[in-house]
């Protein structure tokens, strides 16, 4: 393989990264193959450990990650909230 293509299949891996960071699964889909296997790791021990064939597949697994990083950083911002809410009323 040469080394244009190296860097290019890692600049193509950054921007699906990228994407899922700003939940924007279609890009993410976008650059899988049809036929693709995604390996979640933690087989048997996280929730999304496992094998996934397929756009749809993998479409489900980036739907459900993205969905519980959102519940996560909704819940993260309430704790923030009453953690402030709680330090201010005792000044």
Known sequence: MSTATLINNAT???NMYEAFG???IPSI???VADNCK???AGEGSLPEGGIYKGKE???FLCASMSMKNSILSTL???ITLVTM???LSET
């Open 38 to 40: 995604w390996i979640g």
């Open 12 to 14: 193509i891996v950054a």
């Open 22 to 24: 700003r939940g924007d």
């Open 29 to 31: 889909i976008n650059n």
């Open 85 to 87: 809410k709680y330090s």
């Open 76 to 78: 993260f911002q309430s």
């Open 57 to 59: 597949a993998v479409n």
